[in-house]
Nanobody, 118 residues
Framework: QVQLVESGGGLVQAGGSLRLSCAAS???????MGWFRQAPGKEREFVSQ????????FYADSVVGRFTISRDNAENTMYLQMNSLKPEDTAVYYC????????????WGQGTQVTVSS
């Protein structure tokens, strides 16, 4: 089992920045960790992911150039730096772990609210 705790959400004006953190109890070395978000009345959507082993990253088109995912292997912590925030980025943000060999993300945090005012 992997426990995940997100933090860093809040209220920010459009154009502002926030940094989300995701602290994991443990992360299997060849896992992927990812960020997802869910806005009110919408489906949960993928935001970004990072390979825990290699650090290779991938982003949804909607956040490319604005968000940066990173990780600290020693601290079992993943981050999401969000710049140039837009009102449409408002959502609950979740971190998740996809274990080695798994096709889906299996472990999820409780989420942290990000609200961007116009």
């Amino acid at each position: 089992q992997v426990q995940l705790v997100e933090s860093g959400g809040g209220l920010v004006q459009a154009g502002g920045s926030l940094r989300l953190s995701c602290a994991a109890s443990s992360v299997p070395f060849s896992s992927y960790m990812g960020w997802f978000r869910q806005a009110p009345g919408k489906e949960r959507e993928f935001v970004s992911q990072i390979s825990w082993r290699s650090g290779i990253t991938f982003y949804a088109d909607s956040v490319v150039g604005r968000f940066t995912i990173s990780r600290d292997n020693a601290e079992n912590t993943m981050y999401l730096q969000m710049n140039s925030l837009k009102p449409e980025d408002t959502a609950v943000y979740y971190c998740a772990v996809r274990p080695p060999g798994a096709s889906e993300y299996a472990y999820w945090g409780q989420g942290t609210q990000v609200t961007v005012s116009s």
